[in-house]
């Protein structure tokens, strides 16, 4: 099992772009979460998500979407790109029945470290 | 509102030392909570999770505590080793809500 993944590793964007930070995970997941973790600060929760089709927000979501059309994949879409989201943007999962994952357990993807200028 | 802290934001120890990590919370309505550690350009790896109605946990060199009506958690690394070096986070699920409420983490520099 890849786990979770994320793409890109590196990111820089000018004020007012958009994109969409990719996250996939293999493991039949039901739960999945965007944090940002920013110097000083403990990592603060953007959007969630309790299976496909579902999804919510958490501690800090303007500026930020996403969807959940697939178990497998979560993305976070930035609309227009501003120099306060310059963070390192984290994907993490848990939950899965089969796989014996309870929902207290969450596996990390690698970060995705984004700068705007 | 759940707060976490953790004080030292940063530590510095020699090899071979034991040493005590705090984590601090202040609304002691906690469903669980659970330490994690942070290498550089990786994500987070889970460490220990103590549920609210243990007192500890331990895997191998590490164990933590929970003190619930102190609102205080602490992780013990046993023999130290430069290997432990890494930013080390505690994360509080409060009873009713899915979301994790993260201290800002402690680095720690295992000096050899």
Same mark, same amino acid.
């Given at each position: 099992?890849?786990?979770?993944?994320?793409?890109?590793?590196?990111?820089?964007?000018?004020?007012?772009?958009?994109?969409?930070?990719?996250?996939?995970?293999?493991?039949?997941?039901?739960?999945?979460?965007?944090?940002?973790?920013?110097?000083?600060?403990?990592?603060?929760?953007?959007?969630? &998500?309790?299976?496909?089709?579902?999804?919510?927000?958490?501690?800090?979501p303007n500026g930020y979407n996403v969807s959940r059309?697939?178990?497998?994949?979560?993305?976070?879409?930035?609309?227009?790109?501003?120099?306060?989201?310059?963070?390192?943007?984290?994907?993490?999962? &848990?939950?899965?029945?089969?796989?014996?994952h309870s929902y207290n357990e969450q596996f990390f993807?690698?970060?995705?470290?984004?700068?705007?200028? | 509102? *759940?707060?976490?802290?953790?004080?030292?934001?940063?530590?510095?120890?020699?090899?071979?030392?034991?040493?005590?990590?705090?984590?601090? /919370?202040?609304?002691?309505?906690?469903?669980?909570? *659970?330490? /994690?550690?942070?290498?550089?350009?990786?994500?987070?790896? $889970?460490?220990?999770?103590? *549920?609210? $109605?243990?007192?500890?946990?331990?895997?191998?060199?590490?164990?933590?505590?929970?003190?619930? $009506?102190?609102?205080?958690?602490?992780?013990?690394?046993?023999?130290? *080793?430069?290997?432990? $070096?890494?930013?080390?986070?505690?994360?509080?699920?409060?009873?009713?809500?899915?979301?994790?409420?993260?201290?800002?983490?402690?680095?720690?520099?295992?000096?050899?």
């Amino acid at each position: 099992n890849a786990g979770v993944t994320q793409t890109p590793k590196f990111q820089v964007l000018k004020t007012g772009q958009s994109m969409t930070l990719q996250c996939a995970q293999d493991m039949n997941h039901e739960y999945m979460s965007w944090y940002r973790q920013d110097p000083g600060m403990g990592l603060r929760l953007i959007h969630y &998500s309790v299976g496909a089709g579902i999804t919510d927000q958490g501690e800090v979501p303007n500026g930020y979407n996403v969807s959940r059309s697939t178990t497998e994949d979560f993305p976070l879409r930035l609309l227009s790109a501003a120099p306060s989201q310059t963070s390192v943007y984290f994907c993490a999962s &848990s939950y899965s029945k089969a796989s014996g994952h309870s929902y207290n357990e969450q596996f990390f993807g690698p970060g995705t470290r984004l700068t705007v200028l | 509102k *759940q707060e976490v802290t953790q004080i030292p934001a940063a530590l510095s120890v020699p090899e071979g030392e034991n040493l005590v990590l705090n984590c601090s /919370f202040t609304d002691s309505a906690i469903y669980n909570l *659970q330490w /994690f550690r942070q290498d550089p350009g990786k994500g987070l790896t $889970s460490l220990l999770l103590i *549920q609210s $109605s243990q007192r500890e946990q331990t895997s191998g060199r590490l164990n933590a505590s929970l003190d619930k $009506s102190s609102g205080r958690s602490t992780l013990y690394i046993a023999a130290s *080793q430069p290997g432990d $070096s890494a930013t080390y986070l505690c994360a509080v699920k409060p009873d009713s809500n899915y979301q994790l409420i993260w201290g800002a983490g402690t680095k720690l520099i295992i000096k050899p």
